[in-house]
């Protein structure tokens, strides 16, 4: 064997000094054309911002709703109260043609005092002296300030208590019934009503100018049932 080929295979042979390139964190593949961005948005770059990433806080879900909700439910509202306006004015005007609900509330302006001074009044009338009613500018005063004052307060409780006494007399009797009772109750108010008819017929034919009205008429006519 020839002396050199020995020597050569007695010699260990030396590893290669070839670099292999090594990859560093930083640094991209340098085969790779395009660059990599899916791991960029895991890490949070590039990722798309929300609203509240550009300082201004995230509106929630209710306050959504209830931005959208309130033009329509203050519309709604809006639009029922003019509703309701235009139905009490019309409501108001239909009854003071038929009913005078401000000239009714006149004849209720009673106290307790006026009560007991006109039942005074109406179980004694030969007491009393001084009949004029009191006008204040062309006007009748309340009766809760003059005695002498109708009013429709007493004719209404004394017309009711009539009525049960009525149905009371009948039940001593046992001839109580519920249609009884509506019976009694009826024939008196058409009685009242012909007794204002004829009264009004009356001061007609006669052509008497006078200040009292229908309601002045039944107010007085009621006080009957006082006795």
């Given amino acids: 064997m020839h002396p050199a080929s020995l020597a050569a295979a007695g010699t260990p ?9 090594v990859s560093q964190p930083g640094m991209a593949d340098p085969h790779q054309l395009f660059d990599d961005t899916s791991s960029a948005q895991s890490r949070g770059y590039g990722a798309q911002r929300g609203p509240s990433s550009l300082g201004y806080p995230a509106p929630s879900p209710s306050s959504q709703a209830a931005f959208l909700d309130d033009p329509v439910s203050n519309m ?26 401000t000239k009714l509330k006149y004849y209720f302006a009673v106290d307790t005092l006026y009560v ?42 004394a017309f009711i208590t009539y009525v049960l006494v009525a149905g009371l007399a009948l039940g001593t ?43 002045d008429l039944v107010a007085f006519l009621g006080y009957k049932y006082v006795g």
Avoid at 186 to 202: K, P
């Fill in 13 to 21: 042979r030396q590893p290669s000094k070839r670099r292999i390139p």
């Fill in 76 to 101: 709604a509202m809006a639009y029922g109260s003019s509703l309701a306006a235009q139905g009490k004015e019309l409501v108001d005007k239909n009854i003071d043609r038929f009913i005078p609900i």
């Fill in 116 to 157: 007991g001074k006109k039942l005074g009044l109406l179980f004694f009338p030969y007491l009393h002296q001084d009949w004029e009613v009191q006008y204040q500018q062309d006007t009748p005063v309340a009766p809760r300030f003059d005695v002498n004052a109708p009013d429709l307060y007493i004719p209404a409780m």
């Fill in 173 to 215: 009797q046992d001839r109580f019934s519920p249609d009884l009772l509506g019976l009694q109750a009826s024939s008196a108010l058409a009685w009242l009503t012909l007794e204002v008819l004829a009264i009004l017929l009356s001061l007609y034919l006669v052509t008497v100018n006078t200040d009292l009205t229908t309601i």
